[in-house]
């Protein structure tokens, strides 16, 4: 892993990131509202970071800021971390609970249609490559995870949030993933 690759990956929480000191965010609500955050370079424009540990999703806009969304993340043993490419945009789609989700919800039925009030996909969802993973809204049911470790490891945003996001994110652009 290079040396840069590295300062990336050690940031966000009393931290620097690309060799800038961001301050710390600790004392931020876990599920404060969206907002204009100042954000280090070392990050392409429109690119997306989320920080597991502050539960927080960032998305790049170049100018020296970023905005900021509450997120929910992987449980403990339900994280990813590392880079990826977001390669899809889906608007109320429809939902098939992977084996892992099956295995500790066997009651779930095989396809929850897109726009049902228990599709935890909620009002639409980025894919992330390979397809194991997706930055998604929320079922009305599960908004009270946001700002929580509550996911098998896709990153979950409220559905106002999702919608804003993904108006933003153009197809394909980069996903970091870091502690």
Request: with cysteine; proline share 8%; glycine share 12%.
């Amino acid at each position: 892993m290079s040396h840069a690759m590295m300062d990336r990956r050690a940031m966000l929480g009393g931290f620097a990131l690309g060799g800038l000191a961001l301050g710390s965010l600790s004392g931020m609500a876990s599920a404060e509202a969206r907002g204009l955050v100042e954000f280090p370079h070392g990050f392409e424009p429109g690119s997306v970071v989320v920080s597991t540990r502050q539960r927080v999703l960032f998305f790049v806009q170049g100018d020296g800021t970023a905005i900021r969304y509450p997120v929910a993340v992987g449980m403990p043993g339900k994280q990813w971390f590392g880079t990826r490419v977001i390669d899809g945009k889906h608007y109320r789609p429809a939902w098939s609970p992977p084996a892992e989700v099956r295995r500790a919800k066997p009651s779930l039925p095989d396809v929850i249609p897109g726009g049902a009030p228990n599709n935890p996909m909620g009002a639409g969802a980025l894919t992330i490559a390979p397809g194991e993973y997706a930055i998604h809204g929320t079922a009305a049911s599960m908004r009270a995870s946001i700002g929580r470790y509550a996911s098998f490891g896709c990153i979950r945003m409220l559905d106002e949030d999702v919608l804003d996001l993904m108006a933003r994110v153009r197809i394909p652009s980069r996903i970091t993933v870091v502690a």
